[in-house]
């Protein structure tokens, strides 16, 4: 399974996992008193459990995450791979591209006096997450309700973090019974495997339920499409082995093998898969659902790069630079009208895009048309009389609807000419893991949606606007 771990910026993320992985003796103790030492050294002793995952000397340094770290771990009954993202605001990109790849999300918020107040308030990390994770397809959440040594094991505090977030979770598409809260100490270590010892004596007064692994062990496995064509789009580029390049990423779709040839779309690119590895170990095939690293041949290394997709030679995914989809527009102050500009977030790739029209809008319980065809004098209208009512051609908060997306060009070289690339998008009908878009404007995500069709465009240069 892919975990996507979640929170606020500080609520503990990386010191759980650390700890986690220490416990189930993913991590030794020799690495764990060589992390202790170095952290002490920079004057960052409480990071040293984060030190399992926050690899680059910056993070380090800074004592944040801010790329996607990936680890994995055995509880009794599951293999997981734990996708660890950031929680700050400013590396909410990296962020989305983790939450793609995942099954189930752990979500970590701080129980401390104030703190979960500040990540859950609007503009918080925590409400943030789990809205993004739900719109990228993750349907179970374990809330890790952490440092609850720090209010002296409370239980009126455990149960009123619970009570705020239950609401929220059911309206952001979770279903309660896919929701599971436990109290943990990351720190100390405590009711992630066990809530054994005198440290855990706040606890067990008022706690008989599961502990963390419990949970994890009991998450529910998802189902991977191996029937259809292999997609899997890039989320990392490097140099591998020798002259090989290598791609890493989750199969989205199908199986690929050791000696198979792949398009790399967008382009004509035929390149050949030397190698598979997957877990540290290298295999001769995986399939959807795994989060893998190929290494290639025969392809110049300029012609991939993150965001590409790489899938047969006989069914490509079709490239577009207009497309129609269903979005869900989320809790914004300016409202989304045709020609709205917005970065468009499809796995790893972002792009520049913008809203062509807005063809209508749905129930969002029920999905069915409400209004269609809207009339641009009705935009109009509701410009110069402010209509307070929320009107079809303005997409407020809350809101369904169909719309029509196009890409907008990005410069070429220093010329003043635009060119609008088209990208590999596939419909949620035929992927449901490639067929999910997110739109943000101005550092927030102000809508998530699913692809519907693709109008497909010839590459076209186009004068600049
Ligand atoms: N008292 C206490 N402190 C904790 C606990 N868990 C984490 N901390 C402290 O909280 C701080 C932040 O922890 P991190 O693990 O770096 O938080 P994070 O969520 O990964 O932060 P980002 O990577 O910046 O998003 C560190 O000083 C930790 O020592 C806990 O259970 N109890």
């Known amino acids: 399974m892919n975990l996507f771990l979640s929170g606020h910026v500080d609520a503990g993320k990386s010191t759980l996992m650390g700890r986690l992985l220490f416990e189930l003796g993913r991590i030794d103790e020799k690495t764990r008193k060589t992390n202790e030492r170095a952290s002490d050294k920079l004057g960052k002793g409480s990071f040293s459990w ?20 990936l680890q994995s771990m055995m509880t009794p009954r599951r293999q997981i791979t734990i996708l660890d993202a950031p929680g700050h605001k400013d590396f909410v990109p990296n962020m989305i591209s983790g939450a793609s790849q995942a099954d189930s999300a752990l979500l970590v918020v701080d129980a401390s006096t104030g703190e979960f107040e500040a990540g859950f308030q609007r503009g918080g990390q925590t409400r943030e997450h789990l809205l993004l994770v739900r719109s990228l397809g993750v349907s179970q959440v374990i809330v890790a309700i952490n440092k609850l040594d720090q209010v002296n094991w409370s239980r009126a505090r455990f149960e009123e973090i619970c009570d705020a977030l239950r609401p929220f979770l059911v309206q952001s598409g979770f279903h309660p019974s896919k929701t ?77 093998q050791v000696g198979e040839k792949l ?36 392809i110049d290394p ?41 970065e468009l977030f499809h796995h790893s790739r972002d792009v520049p895009a913008s809203a062509l ?64 690339r088209p990208i590999p998008l596939e419909t949620f009908a035929n992927n449901k893991d490639m067929g999910r878009i997110l739109i943000r404007r101005g550092g927030e995500t102000i809508a998530a949606g699913v692809l519907q069709n693709q109008c497909r465009k010839p590459h076209v240069l186009m004068p600049s606007l």
């Open 302 to 342: 300029v012609n991939v790069l993150v965001g590409s997709v790489l899938c047969p030679p006989s069914d490509p995914v079709p490239l577009a630079t207009v497309f129609t989809a269903r979005i869900i527009v989320f809790d914004i102050q300016v409202p989304i009208t045709a020609g709205t500009s917005f």
């Open 180 to 256: 599971k809260f436990v109290p943990v100490s990351a720190y100390h270590g405590i009711n992630l495997v066990s809530s054994n010892g005198t440290e855990a004596d706040g606890l067990r007064e008022w706690y008989k339920g599961p502990t963390l692994t419990d949970l994890l062990d009991k998450l529910e496995p998802p189902t991977r499409d191996i029937l259809t064509s292999l997609r899997f789009p890039v989320s990392n580029v490097f140099r591998g082995q020798g002259s090989y390049l290598s791609v890493s990423g989750r199969i989205c779709g199908g199986i690929v």
């Open 263 to 298: 398009r790399v779309l967008p382009g004509d690119e035929i390149a050949v898969v030397k190698s598979i590895e997957l877990e540290d170990e290298s295999v001769p095939w995986a399939m959807s659902g795994a989060n893998v690293t190929l290494s290639l041949t025969s």
């Open 357 to 420: 029209k807005l063809l209508s809008t749905l129930d969002r319980a029920t999905g069915q048309v409400i209004k269609t065809s809207p009339r641009y004098m009705d935009f109009i209208l509701v410009q110069i009389h402010a209509d307070p009512v929320p009107h079809f051609s303005v997409l407020t908060k809350g809101t369904s609807a169909e719309i029509q997306i196009g890409l907008r060009g990005t410069h070429v070289g220093s010329s003043s000419n635009t060119v609008v």
């Open 50 to 69: 984060a030190w399992g995952l926050d690899g680059t000397t910056e993070e380090r340094e800074r004592g944040i995450t801010m790329d996607i770290a």
